[in-house]
Each structure stands twice: as structure tokens, then as C-alpha cells.
């Protein structure tokens, strides 16, 4: 991986006096306060929106002298509430006490610059200009949508909480919060994106997550910039210590349960407005192993399915190289009664093995692109169509060996079996480089590779801190507990706890 | 810098070539393999190899056979009479014909040992003949000649009728002056194949053989036991009908000991092997095992009998020059003056050696 380092990347290292350059302009809003001529206030309000046809504006009188101007944008604002807190109680006020403490019951602020106030208005809130004062009133009227916090799909558990994250970032930090009720949860906000304004939060635990950490994320938080921020693609591409790595050093999940104990552990958690997964750092190798099941079942089941899912990582990774490594440099190892079996299967295969592999790979992965697109009926027929009908046309067709087809679906059923997406992605990616090294030169191509991985792995860094970590900076301890699931009453002793900071500790998830 | 980098990679990665590969579907597997003296003094080889299902050929297995001055010559020979290469790391029985056998094995089998990928845990065996006739018998009613013939003596080793040869252990007992190799010794019944006992070898010459029976001796004796051993034994001379007159045991288990002694003053040598039987009588129609005389009287009797028949073994063995027992091996490390003052070769068939078997029947069956 040290050919990567030929590849300038400037995410971490700003050159002195090298400016970065500014992708967009900041939008252009001078500031203006309020003036007293209640016509510019007008036109200035209006003017600045461009006119917008979903712009409301409302002339209310009460008995006070002069009329209250509001403005606010219908799409964005909750209609109810201006009705029941405001239209409603105008009747009543006659007095300027009577005037506030109505503002009040409407989380009111109290603005000198206009300017400011239209982007509030952005966000959904109102503007209550009052004639012959130097200052406006914004009201908090944000209609919010929200979905239900049901479970996410790609991360369902058999036992244990089925809610999870949703768009909206102020109901998934109240999630995080009804976990942990404890005053060391920090919640830091920060917008990003100079023109879809994101609000973006970064939790953690003071005291258990590694201030170091929580410093580097900050810093790495303030130099993106980019003008649109949708989701969290951004955020995590800026939080890897090595981009070109096929290893993803970062966990998104949408499970609020997972989250928060990922918190407890010392970890840090990212989220953004509008996107209901949320970034887990630092992580290492074998978090990407474990699910929140394993604590929820009992013990030595918990540690037969994380053992699976290990196993199930070489497979997906070594299998195909391993079947073509055998089949084109050393049948001497499969047992005498396969020998013909697996002889009269690849007798009449037109191309040699590793043609034959990618092949049946890249139509794997073209019928899992297609289904997940595919409404859930076309996608069960696609599954059809790609499975029974490929797979055994093309065996009787004599193109592909039934082996072949046998490793590559065995292969690919391994490949799902890990809990986080990125990490199913990354294996499936990984397997390419084995089959050709072992295509070239058989068992041997498959160490170099694996060696490679290794190296790699050990090399590789999550924000500053190892990523193989129980075994890369070997910890017998640290095995104990990331590796193997002990009972919930066993307690090893805090100090490597202490030392291990947020590299990992047992429960993690 | 970083175009030479990635190009060279790129090279090192594609232009390397797959010269190396032997691709599965492009081989020949030869299952079961036959070496033979010809008349002319020539090595002939012989292979079997089972056709894959798409050839369909109406034969399941092709046999063909090539001849040469040398084993590697026969086998260039039946290279060019097959279409695909010849490969035989998946071998699971050698057969050598009697012919060579009779004149040294050890040439023939050469070219295995300096072949890194020959397959040195085929088994081998002698054949009562030429070993072309038995690859090339046709079975009826039963699976492939060289799969029949690799259970064949599958359960010949575990009835102790052979010891757990293959074409890697016998090597180093070949080259052992103090001991000396059993091999298995098929025949043929009418069109199949069977084991008709040991072919005994002295240093890599085959010099005689022995029946099923003793073979099973003689593999008890040396300490052999596997894991379903019978035999049948005449212990009564008076009964009416035939099966009567038999007991026939299961083994149970044995104790060996060979001890070797040399008189120096008059330069012989007293070998006594005793072994110890723990059997139980599996079938016997008589009965009457719940007396104990009757129980003591039988274990005398089979012990004469086999005491018997261990001395017939090894006259024979002596006959054959053929230190299967390892007795030499003991003269070698316990008495290495003796070992340098004498021809072992000339010495071992004139020595003495004497069997003592204890029988002890421990059970009765499950009727009593």
C-alpha cells in the first residue's frame, strides 16, 4: 500500500501558506438590520427570498398601535401553532407586558438584524415585525416530519431494541439519550455544507472516550468543506486515516442500541441531519464482527455465531482462489474419492478456471445490484431468474462447472453473513486480488496476497488508533474480550480498560 | 515516479506467465499402476484411468501400457498413447509383476521416490503373474479394478493378513540390513482378483511367500494387530461334522516380545518371539466354554497348534532368507561385534528361532 503514497492526498496535511481553496462562495447576505421604516423591512424580506411564492406574509392588529407584520414560509411552518399560540390570544393583548409574554409562550428571540432572521425564517420559523421598533421577533413554528423509529432493515437483530435511527438528528440524539442518562453525554453541534446547511452532531462520554480522539475529529470535522452535504458519505471519507484502503475504518449503523454502546465503550459518534445512519470511530478489525445479538443470547451461542462470522470472512475471501489454486496447480490435495468427482466436472470447461470464476462473480454481483433496486416482487423474481435459472442453465450448458457454482454461492452466502455493510462490501472486493494471484501462482499467489492483507492491516490506523488492535498490538486480554464474548458476571479488571481506551473494550458492539 | 511504478506492476502482474499450471481437466489420472519384467529384459508400464462421464465411452476406465529400457522410458512410451498428460499423484495401488519382483524391485520403484509429486502412499503389492493381466481384468459386478483392488487390501490390513505397507515405508526396510520386507501377493480365482498371502522379500528380491493364514501369524508376531483379526483353528479330530471340529477366534488383543540372544563362544543365535493372544471364540459350535478345564484344555490345544504353525513360518522365513521379524536389527544394536563379525545374509538362515505363543480365550460369546 505504499504505492498510495505517491497519490498527493491533502486531507490531513495543509501545506503553510497554502490556502484551501473555497469550493463556493458563502451566500451572499449583507447584513441589514431593522429598520424603522416598516416598508424596507417588507421589501427586504421579500426581496431576499426572491419573491417566493410559498412566502406568507400576515398583517395582524391587536389593540397596541400599529400593526404586527409576520412572515413565515408555509411549507416550512406548522400552521397550528401560529393559531393556537398567536392568531388566538391577539384579542387579549392590549398591553406591551401582555405583547412579550404571549412571545414568550412562543419561544420567541429577539433579532436587531434582519438579515439573520431570514435564514431562521430558512428553517421554519416566523418573523413578527413590529411597526416603529429597531427589532424583530423570530417564533420557533418548525413543523418537523418524522417517520416512526422502527427497526432498519439491514441490521435486524432476533433479540433486543427494534428501534433505530431516523432522518430527523434531534429524535436520533434523543434515542442515544433515553440509553445513556448520564450528564457526561456530550453533544457537540457544527454545520456543514455552505449550501445545504447541515447541522451536523458529534456524542461522546467525557471521561471514557480519549480526548485525543475526540480532538482529531474535531479538527477533521472543521476542514471539510464542501457545498452540499447530504449524508454521511462526506463526513466519513474526510474521518479514514487511509482512503485508498479496501478496509473500511468506520462502522455506520442505524441501530440506536449499538450506537449507544459503542458510546459507553469510549467511542465517537457522528451524525447528520437527514441521514439515519451515523458513523462510529474509532473502530477496529473485529468490531465489524460483532453484533448486538451475541450480548443478547447467551454466551457460548454468542461465541459459535462470532466465530462463524470469522470464518466466514476467510471464506468469502479465500474460497474462490483456493478452489482455483486446487484445480489448476494441486489436485495432489483433494481426497481420493473427489478427485473424479471434481475431474468429470471441469473436464469440458471452455476457459481455464479463473475465466470461469470471474465469470460466475460478476454475474453474482450484477443479480444482487439488480435486486436491491428492484421493488420487493420483480426483486424474488430476479432472485429466481439469477439463481435457478442461471445457475443451472449455464452448468448444462457445459460453460461453467457445478463446483464452481457451488463455491461461488457458498462464497457469496458467506459474504452477507457480516453484520456491517461496509465491511460485506470490502470482502467482496477483496476476493479479486486472491483469485488472480492464485490463478498465477497457486497456493503460493494466495500467501503473497494474504501476507499483503496482513501487512496492511496491521499498518492500518482509525483515527490515530490501530485498527487489527487485539492482535496487532498483541493484547492476551484484549483477545479475551473483543474476540471472545465472556459472560456478562466474569469482570476482567479495569486497568487495560484504562490503556485501551477507546481502541476497544469488552462490549463493544 | 509513479508511472514506471504502477507499469512495472501492471507487467509483473500480467505478463507473468501460467507456465506452471496444470490444469485438472488436462491430465490423465493414473488410479492404479503396473510394472513388469518383460522376456526381452525391457520395463513395461502399465496405467489405469477412469474415463470421465462426458467421453462417454462404454468402457469406465481406459488401460494402456507403454515399454522401455527404463521405467521412466515405458512411461514416455505411454505418454504418447494417451491424449491429455499422465499424472500419477493421485495413485492408489502399484502392482508389480512376479517376474520383477523375483529379479529387484528397487530400480523400477527409483523413479517414484525422486519424483516430488508421485503419490508415495499408494499401496503395493506383488501379483502372481504378469501385472498388465491384473490392471486389464475386467470386473464384472463390481467398482473400478483399482479401487477394488486398494479395498482389497484395505481389509487385508485391517484382517492382519498384511502389514501397513505403501511405496514410502517399505524403502527404508528395503535398504535395512536387519530387516526385511512382507509385501501383499494377489492372485487371481477365475477372473478375480484376490489376496493369496505374503510375498517375502530378501533386501529387495522377492524369495518366497506364505498362505493367507500364516501371513496373519506372522503379522501377529511382529506385533501387527488390526482392528478385525480372525482365525481358524482344528481343535477337535472326533466330531461328526466338519465345522465341529473348529473353533474360530476374534482377536482381541496381543502382546509381543521378541528377545534375541547371542552365544558369542560358539557364534549362535536364539531368537524367542513371544506373543500373548487375548481371543474370544466367535464361533464354536461345541461349546461347552462355561467349564474352565474345558477353557484351559482348549488353550493348550490351540497353543500347540499355533506354536506349530509359527515353526513352519519360520522355516519358511529362513527358506526365503527373509528377516521379516527384524532380528538383525536387534543383532545389529545389541551385539554390533557380533553384527561386523559375520554376513547377516549368510548367518539368518541358520539360526534358531523359537515361537512361544500363550492362547488365553476370554470370551464366551454372549449366550453363557
Known amino acids: ?509 | 515516479m509513479k508511472r514506471p511504478v504502477l507499469l512495472s506492476l501492471a507487467l509483473l502482474i500480467l505478463l507473468t506467465g501460467c507456465w506452471d499450471s496444470r490444469q485438472l481437466r488436462d491430465i490423465t489420472i493414473a488410479k492404479s499402476a503396473a510394472l513388469d519384467l518383460l522376456e526381452d529384459g525391457k520395463y513395461q508400464s502399465t496405467i489405469s484411468s477412469p474415463v470421465p462421464k462426458q467421453h462417454e465411452a462404454e468402457e469406465r476406465s481406459q488401460k494402456v501400457s507403454g515399454v522401455g529400457h527404463t521405467i521412466r522410458e515405458a512411461r514416455m512410451a505411454l505418454d504418447g498413447k494417451v491424449s491429455e498428460r499422465i499424472d500419477t499423484a493421485k495413485m492408489r495401488v502399484l502392482v508389480l509383476g512376479e517376474p520383477l519382483a523375483r529379479t529387484n524391485i528397487y530400480p523400477p520403484l527409483d523413479v517414484m521416490y525422486r519424483d516430488p509429486r508421485s503419490s508415495l502412499g499408494a499401496k503395493i503389492a506383488v501379483y502372481d503373474g504378469m501385472g498388465s493381466e491384473l490392471i486389464n481384468s475386467k470386473l464384472t459386478d463390481k467398482p473400478r479394478t483399482s479401487e477394488f483392488l486398494a479395498e482389497l487390501l484395505d481389509t487385508a490390513e485391517s484382517n492382519s493378513i498384511v502389514d501397513k505397507v505403501n511405496v514410502q515405508l517399505i524403502c527404508p526396510i528395503i535398504f535395512d540390513p536387519g530387516q526385511d520386507v512382507v509385501l501383499p501377493y494377489l492372485g487371481m480365482e477365475g477372473d478375480t482378483p484376490r489376496l493369496i498371502g505374503g510375498a517375502l522379500f530378501n533386501g529387495d528380491t522377492m524369495t518366497g511367500s506364505l498362505s493367507v493364514e500364516d501371513s496373519t501369524l506372522l503379522m501377529l508376531m511382529k506385533g501387527k494387530l488390526g482392528s478385525a483379526t480372525f482365525l481358524t483353528e482344528k481343535v477337535h479330530d472326533d466330531k461328526e461334522d466338519m465345522p465341529s471340529n473348529f473353533i474360530t477366534l476374534r482377536l482381541r488383543d496381543t502382546l509381543t516380545k521378541l528377545q534375541v540372544d547371542v552365544n558369542h563362544e560358539t557364534n549362535e543365535v536364539t531368537a524367542t518371539v513371544d506373543l500373548t493372544m487375548k481371543v474370544e471364540a466367535i464361533e464354536y459350535p461345541h461349546d461347552e466354554l462355561h467349564e474352565k478345564e474345558n477353557i484351559a484344555k482348549l488353550n493348550t490345544k490351540l497353543e500347540e497348534k499355533f506354536n506349530e504353525e509359527a515353526e513352519q513360518i519360520f522355516s519358511t522365513l529362513q527358506e526365503a532368507n527373509c528377516d521379516a521379524l527384524g532380528i538383525g536389527r536387534r543383532v545389529l544394536v545389541y551385539h554390533p561385534d557380533f553384527w561386523d563379525s559375520v554376513n547377516w545374509n549368510e548367518t539368518y538362515p541358520n539360526i534358531t528361532i523359537k515361537p512361544n505363543i500363550q492362547v488365553e480365550l476370554i470370551g464366551h460369546g454372549i449366550i453363557n
Open chain 1, 1 to 509: 500500500m505504499g504505492l498510495f503514497k505517491q497519490f498527493k492526498h491533502t486531507k490531513n496535511t495543509l501545506k503553510n501558506g497554502e490556502k484551501q481553496e473555497q469550493l463556493v462562495d458563502p451566500p451572499d447576505i449583507p447584513t441589514f438590520p431593522v429598520s424603522l421604516d416598516m416598508k424596507k423591512n417588507l421589501r427586504y424580506v421579500k426581496e431576499t427570498l426572491h419573491y417566493t411564492e410559498d412566502l406568507v406574509e400576515k398583517t395582524l392588529k391587536t389593540a397596541l398601535p400599529g400593526s404586527l407584520h409576520l412572515f413565515y414560509i408555509e411549507t416550512m411552518s406548522d400552521t397550528e401553532k401560529l393559531s393556537s399560540n398567536l392568531y388566538q390570544k391577539l384579542k387579549s393583548i392590549d398591553t406591551e407586558t401582555e405583547l412579550h409574554r404571549t412571545l414568550q409562550d412562543m419561544d420567541s428571540a429577539k433579532i436587531v438584524h434582519l438579515s439573520d432572521a431570514v435564514s431562521e425564517l430558512l428553517s421554519g420559523k416566523s418573523i413578527l415585525l413590529l411597526e416603529g421598533k429597531n427589532h424583530c421577533y423570530i417564533l420557533s413554528t418548525n413543523s418537523v416530519i418524522k417517520r416512526d423509529v422502527s427497526e432498519p432493515d439491514n441490521e435486524q437483530v432476533i433479540r433486543g431494541s427494534h428501534s433505530g435511527f431516523i432522518e430527523n438528528i434531534g429524535v436520533n440524539i434523543q434515542l442515544v439519550r433515553n440509553l445513556i442518562s448520564h450528564p457526561s453525554l456530550i453533544v457537540n453541534y457544527s454545520t456543514l455544507g455552505e449550501l445545504s446547511r447541515t447541522k451536523t452532531a458529534m456524542l461522546y462520554m467525557d471521561g471514557r472516550a480519549d480526548p485525543e480522539v475526540v480532538e482529531e475529529i474535531k479538527r477533521r470535522l472543521k476542514k471539510i468543506k464542501v457545498d452540499k452535504l447530504m449524508n454521511n458519505g462526506v463526513i466519513e471519507e474526510y474521518m479514514e486515516d487511509n482512503i485508498y484502503s479496501l478496509f473500511p475504518q468506520y462502522i455506520s449503523t442505524e441501530r440506536a442500541d449499538r450506537a449507544a454502546l459503542n458510546l459507553l465503550d469510549g467511542r465517537v459518534l457522528i451524525m447528520t441531519d437527514g441521514d439515519p445512519t451515523v458513523l462510529v470511530l474509532p473502530v477496529t478489525f473485529f468490531s465489524f464482527f460483532q453484533s448486538t445479538d451475541d450480548y443478547n443470547s447467551r454466551w457460548v451461542a454468542g461465541n459459535f455465531f462470532r466465530l462463524i462470522r470469522v470464518i466466514s470472512f476467510l471464506l468469502a475471501v479465500t474460497l474462490p482462489g483456493i478452489y482455483i489454486a486446487i484445480i489448476s496447480f494441486h489436485y495432489e490435495i483433494i481426497p481420493f474419492g473427489m478427485t473424479y468427482v471434481i475431474k468429470d466436472a471441469v473436464e469440458h470447461i471452455p476457459y481455464p478456471p479463473l475465466v470461469e470464476a470471474m465469470i460466475m462473480e460478476l454475474t453474482l454481483e450484477l443479480i444482487r445490484e439488480a435486486g436491491i433496486r428492484l421493488p420487493t416482487p420483480i426483486g424474488q423474481t430476479i432472485g429466481i431468474v439469477g439463481g435457478l435459472v442461471i445457475g443451472d442453465a449455464v452448468v448444462n450448458a457445459g460453460f461453467i462447472s457445478s463446483i464452481m457454482i457451488i463455491v461461488v454461492a457458498l462464497t457469496a452466502i458467506s459474504s452477507f453473513v457480516v453484520p456491517v455493510h461496509e465491511m460485506s462490501m470490502a470482502m467482496r472486493l477483496l476476493r479479486y486480488p486472491v483469485m488472480i494471484m492464485a490463478s498465477i501462482l497457486g497456493f503460493l499467489g494466495i500467501v503473497f496476497c494474504l501476507t499483503i492483507y496482513l501487512i496492511h492491516l496491521c499498518k492500518l490506523t482509525s483515527i490515530g488508533k490501530p485498527f487489527f488492535y487485539p492482535f496487532a498490538p498483541l493484547d492476551g486480554k484484549g483477545l479475551l474480550n473483543r474476540f471472545i464474548r465472556l459472560p456478562h458476571t466474569v469482570h476482567l479488571d479495569k486497568k487495560q480498560n484504562q490503556s485501551q481506551k477507546s481502541s476497544g473494550s469488552s462490549k463493544s458492539q
